[in-house]
Nanobody, 124 residues
Framework: QLQLVESGGDLVQPGGSLRLSCAASGFTLDYYAIGWFRQAPGKEREGVSCISSSGGSTNYADSVKGRFTISRDNAKNTVYLQMNSLKPEDTALYYC?????????????????WGQGTQVTVSS
């Protein structure tokens, strides 16, 4: 069974850092683009970042550029989201999602498989 499990969410002070992980089981991530999304209470879900299957292409929302970095380790079947200089407005439930693709350079898709999310709270 195809499954994505996020971890690494926590309560952190403004200016702090967290690294989220998205681990896949039941399939290999080699041919999947991966996206990170977030949803804050009362707001719509928004795309945060994505990475192509090869890891060679990435994309970031303007609100996180320069602060967040997405990466992947296909040998560990895991994708990461390093989040630095966190702000209260980054508080949300963070999800990862996967999309099967033969492209090694694209990552903006309608994603098919979703994890359950991990909570990030930025507060003093």
């Amino acid at each position: 069974q195809l499954q994505l499990v996020e971890s690494g969410g926590d309560l952190v002070q403004p200016g702090g850092s967290l690294r989220l992980s998205c681990a896949a089981s039941g399939f290999t991530l080699d041919y999947y683009a991966i996206g990170w999304f977030r949803q804050a209470p009362g707001k719509e879900r928004e795309g945060v970042s994505c990475i192509s299957s090869s890891g060679g292409s990435t994309n970031y929302a303007d609100s996180v550029k320069g602060r967040f970095t997405i990466s992947r380790d296909n040998a560990k079947n895991t994708v990461y989201l390093q989040m630095n200089s966190l702000k209260p407005e980054d508080t949300a439930l963070y999800y990862c999602a996967a999309h099967f693709t033969i492209s090694t350079t694209e990552c903006i898709y309608d994603y098919d498989y979703w994890g359950q999310g991990t909570q990030v709270t930025v507060s003093s």
